[in-house]
């Protein structure tokens, strides 16, 4: 069914054609009305069914609108056909649901509409609908690639989007990687943009923004020792880097000398800084100063026992004293005075660098030596033959200390029955103990002959006996150890009645003896009367032999000193046995007493 354009024909109708349910193989149906309201109306409720096949139904308004108020259920294709709809503007027009049907615009006649088949149902409209394409502002850092430009479109029909587009815009810049922060147009072109509906294109261009490259610049902690120079100061850039060959200028910063103490001290930006084209974050750092390292050795010592320990000195190594700095405090030592021979440590004590330095200490050693002292044995006399006197000895050198005594005693080899002559005296057993070094110096011990007195024992015989032994008596210190004298007294020769003297003669003792000799009297004595005859007649002094002997009458019978009394029984001398031989006899041992021997020869 078409219905023509009017024109000024009354006859004519130039209006809306108004269309209820038909059911047909096709459904053709064209409005060539030009006036306003020359439009196609589907009644709401009714269905347009179609079996053909192709295009089963087509509506078309070739200056008016569609408006299909039965929406999708009015238009049913039951043959496999699509529907076609060629109206003024989609938005004047009502078809359906947009996802139903696909759209043409800037179709501008029949023949045009006639000639379209995108496949399935369409609508086409006269109108031709431009798409403003508009860059997109962006923005990106200094350094970085451009981003990929977008666009934004605006004059989508309802139901179109930007989907039903195909290609790309085309976008140009004269921002490159170098270029400085700042602004720079965005330029849009169509490129490969197409829009198979049928839509124009305008283009705006965008703005791209350059901002500052954000970079962080982060101090490295850093360690260093005290008393040292601080190290370089170093850095990390991170965020997003550093570009295009630029480099910071400038230095980080601290406040750390020389002289600072150990602690950790902040590394600052200082004169650090990047060029406008960067923002830069800047993270401190820390310098920690740490410890010294220094050893600290003890010197090994010595003393002599019983000395003031000395001064207890050290070596300092390491990495050593800086800034004029001293160690304070002193080295210990468990030893003292009375502390004996060894070694003993050298401790730490309350030496001490403070909290600058790290002391690693070494001990040392005092070795404590034995005192030198001398012992000199003093020389010693004695008599032979007694005990040997006390020892005795000097103290020399260093002398004894901490009121040390020496034990033992000294030694001499030299017994009771030594002679005379010197013995050493030696060291003995006396020792001052491991405290001590003795350097010792021997004496003599001298033994003197032992000082005897001999006396020889005054002696008496009667004239005509023999001599008795001579005899000794043995005074002074005596004689000792079994000792005996040798050798035998004499006495001056003679046999008459007088006192002849004793003499040493032979007589003697070892030379382990000093000999005083006294000598003694020995005594011819005329022999006395027997005592039954009491006879005071005297002897007669005794003749020399030139003498004449002088005869007094009546003294015959007194030549023997004897009264021989008148007794008629008396017998004759010349019966006596004793005077039988007076003379040359001399052998009556009743003359000389009991026990005695005559003299020899009758003398």
């Known amino acids: 069914m078409h219905l023509l354009d009017g024109g000024s024909d009354p006859q004519r109708q130039t209006g809306e054609l108004v269309l209820s349910s038909i059911s047909a193989q096709t459904i053709d149906v064209r409005h060539f009305g030009t006036a ?35 929406g999708d259920a009015g238009l049913v294709l039951t043959g496999g056909g699509h529907y076609a709809i060629f109206a003024a503007t989609p938005t004047g027009s009502q078809i359906g649901s947009f996802a139903n049907y696909a759209r043409r615009y800037n179709v501008a006649d029949a023949a045009a509409y006639d000639l379209l088949n995108p496949g399935g149902n369409f609508a086409a409209f006269r109108i031709a609908p431009v798409l403003t394409v508009t860059a997109n502002d962006a923005s990106r850092f200094y350094g970085s ?58 283009f705006a261009p965008g703005i791209l923004t350059i901002t500052p490259r954000p970079i962080t610049v982060t101090a490295n902690n850093l360690t260093r020792i005290y008393g040292n120079a601080n190290p370089s100061l170093t850095f990390t850039v991170g965020g997003q880097g550093l570009v295009n060959g630029d480099q910071l200028t400038g230095a980080l910063a601290t406040t750390a000398g020389v002289t600072t103490g150990v602690g950790n001290v902040a590394i600052t930006q200082g004169t650090l800084a990047a060029n406008a084209n960067y923002v830069l974050t800047f993270a401190p750092g820390i310098l920690s100063i740490t410890p010294r390292p220094i050893t ?92 040997n006197p006390s020892l005795t000895f000097t103290v020399g050198g260093l002398g004894l200390v901490n009121g040390d005594q020496l034990t033992g005693a000294l030694g001499t080899t030299a ?13 003995g057993t006396l020792t001052g103990g491991a405290n001590y070094a003795i350097a010792f110096t021997g004496g003599q011990l001298s033994i003197t002959p032992r000082p005897i007195t001999l006396t020889a024992d005054d002696l ?66 005329p022999p006395p009367a027997p005592a039954e005859i009491n006879n005071p007649t005297l002897f007669e002094e005794p003749l020399a032999p030139a003498d004449t002997p002088v005869t007094v009458e009546g003294e015959d019978d007194d030549r023997f000193g004897i009264d021989f009394p008148d007794q008629p ?35």
């Open 460 to 525: 008496a015989k009667l004239l005509g006996l023999p001599d008795p032994p001579l005899t000794v008596t043995v005074t002074g210190d005596g004689l000792v150890n079994g000792d005996q004298l040798t050798g035998a007294l004499v006495r001056d020769p003679g046999e008459a009645i007088g006192t002849f003297a004793i003499r040493r003669g032979t007589l003697g003792a070892s030379d382990n003896y000093a000999v005083t000799f006294v000598g003694g009297t020995f005594t011819i004595n």
């Open 296 to 387: 600290v050795t003890a010197n090994d010592a010595a003393r002599i026992y019983g000395d003031a320990n000395p001064s207890l000195t050290f070596t300092v190594g390491g990495q050593g004293l800086v800034n004029g700095d001293q160690l304070s405090g002193a080295l210990a030592t468990a030893a003292g005075a009375t502390t004996g021979v060894g070694n003993v440590a050298i401790t730490q004590g309350t030496l001490t660098a403070g909290a600058n330095y790290a002391l690693t200490f070494n001990p040392g050693i005092l070795s404590i030596t034995p005192r030198p002292i001398t012992i000199t044995a003093n020389n010693a006399t004695r008599i032979y033959g007694n005990a």
């Open 145 to 202: 690639a451009n981003p990929a430009f977008t666009a934004s479109f605006a004059g989508f029909l309802p139901g179109d989007g930007v989907a039903d587009l195909a290609g790309a815009v085309q976008f140009t810049t004269l921002a490159g990687p170098t270029s400085g922060i700042g602004t720079f147009v965005i330029n849009a072109a169509q490129g490969s943009l197409l829009s198979a509906q049928g839509y124009q294109f305008s």
């Open 569 to 603: 029984e008396a017998p004759l001398i010349s019966e006596d046995p004793l005077l039988d031989d007076p003379v040359t006899s001399g052998g009556d041992a009743s003359v000389y007493g009991s026990g005695a021997v005559p003299p020899a020869g009758g003398q």
């Open 36 to 70: 306003a309201g020359n439009d196609i109306r589907v009644l709401a409720g009714s269905v347009l069914t179609a079996s053909g096949a192709g295009r089963a139904i087509d509506l078309a308004s070739l200056n008016g609108e569609v408006i299909n108020l039965a």
């Open 415 to 427: 017994g009771a029955t030594t002679g005379i002559g010197t013995a050493a005296i030696t060291l």
